[in-house]
T-cell receptor, first 115, second 113 residues
Framework: DSGVTQTPKHLITATGQRVTLRCSPRSGDLSVYWYQQSLDQGLQFLIQYYNGEERAKGNILERFSAQQFPDLHSELNLSSLELGDSALYFC??????????????FGEGSRLTVL | GENVEQHPSTLSVQEGDSAVIKCTYSDSASNYFPWYKQELGKRPQLIIDIRSNVGEKKDQRIAVTLNKTAKHFSLHITETQPEDSAVYFCAASLFNQGGKLIFGQGTELSVKP
């Protein structure tokens, strides 16, 4: 158990819909990262938050948005869903205070299926 | 931005043989290079990492080497075992700045008994 919690684990929805994925980082971790893993694809970086503020942005579509709340949990919002958005979405967290190892601790992922 | 290329995409070895996975990165400012292992249906987990001030690091059967000049780094697994079968990802980032990890495309390693 990495200590990172993601919900829901599985989600099936239709094209055009909107979903929200939730992530609770490890206790004390200030940074949250979102990655997308499609079939046969690697881990595509979407966005990073640090202590509530956006830190870095990757190949995140305009239809996607995220935020990190004061309690440090994060949400990834996916709207106007398309078939190609079907993927496993990972959240990861890391700490800058605990020796700054750089290690990312991944959650179990949220598997999104768009029909 | 940073781009990481990883080869090969698939690798099949016999149990007991060695396996080598290679990665190249584009941003010369990157200074932290971890390797993650992802077993089927599981989350990625860190197995070893190296910083740019070190050329080689070893942990039991796994080792990582880094060539900063050529901007490439490699993962070496010796005496492979069936439980080493997984997808391995290399990554690069800027350490000490909470930098995002940019991952390679992954290598699916299969160790045949």
């Amino acid at each position: 158990d990495s200590g990172v919690t993601q919900t829901p684990k599985h989600l099936i929805t239709a094209t055009g819909q909107r979903v929200t994925l939730r992530c609770s980082p490890r206790s004390g971790d200030l940074s949250v990262y979102w990655y997308q893993q499609s079939l046969d694809q690697g881990l595509q970086f979407l966005i990073q938050y640090y202590n509530g503020e956006e830190r870095a942005k990757g190949n995140i579509l305009e239809r996607f948005s995220a935020q990190q709340f004061p309690d440090l949990h994060s949400e990834l919002n996916l709207s106007s869903l398309e078939l190609g958005d079907s993927a496993l979405y990972f959240c990861a967290s890391s700490s800058r205070s605990q020796g700054n190892t750089g290690e990312l601790f991944f959650g179990e992922g949220s598997r999104l299926t768009v029909l | 931005g940073e781009n990481v290329e990883q080869h090969p995409s698939t690798l099949s070895v016999q149990e007991g043989d060695s396996a080598v996975i290679k990665c190249t990165y584009s941003d010369s400012a990157s200074n932290y290079f971890p390797w993650y292992k992802q077993e089927l249906g599981k989350r990625p987990q860190l197995i070893i990492d190296i910083r740019s001030n070190v050329g080689e690091k070893k942990d039991q059967r796994i080792a990582v080497t880094l060539n900063k000049t050529a901007k490439h780094f490699s993962l070496h697994i010796t005496e492979t075992q069936p439980e080493d079968s997984a997808v391995y990802f290399c990554a690069a980032s800027l350490f000490n700045q909470g930098g995002k990890l940019i991952f390679g495309q992954g290598t699916e390693l299969s160790v045949k008994p």
